[in-house]
Nanobody
Framework: DVKLDEFGGGSAQAGGSLRLSCSISGIVINCMGWFRQAPGKEREGVAVIAASGTTLFADSVKGRFTITQNYANNTAWLQMNNLQPDDTAIYYC??????????????????WGQGTQVTVSS
């Protein structure tokens, strides 16, 4: 059975840092990352990383967030620095076996985490 677990999140002051982690077992993964959804807003891609190491970030988090991975054990981490109130959202880990990795609406992620709350106060 495929099992995806995500950890981390919580609260931070503006300018602070938080770290999310995600691991998936039971399947070979070639793309992992995070999407987020804030109250009243559409879900958006935050960061993804391919097995090759290629990364993609939302413009709003470039330079502040980094994503790393260890595909030997299907684990990824999202380091979020210089957090801002606009980063407040539920963050969802995503994963897929296919190699196409990105935020386009036609790129489907079959595996989703339960979501973890990130709250940033000013």
């Amino acid at each position: 059975d495929v099992k995806l677990d995500e950890f981390g999140g919580g609260s931070a002051q503006a300018g602070g840092s938080l770290r999310l982690s995600c691991s998936i077992s039971g399947i070979v993964i070639n793309c992992m990352g995070w999407f987020r959804q804030a109250p009243g807003k559409e879900r958006e891609g935050v960061a993804v990383i391919a097995a090759s190491g290629t990364t993609l970030f939302a413009d709003s988090v470039k330079g502040r967030f980094t994503i790393t991975q260890n595909y030997a054990n299907n684990t990824a981490w999202l380091q979020m620095n210089n957090l801002q109130p606009d980063d407040t959202a539920i963050y969802y880990c995503v994963a897929k076996s296919a190699h196409l990795c990105g935020f386009r609406s036609d790129i489907r992620y079959p595996y989703w985490g339960q979501g973890t709350q990130v709250t940033v106060s000013s």
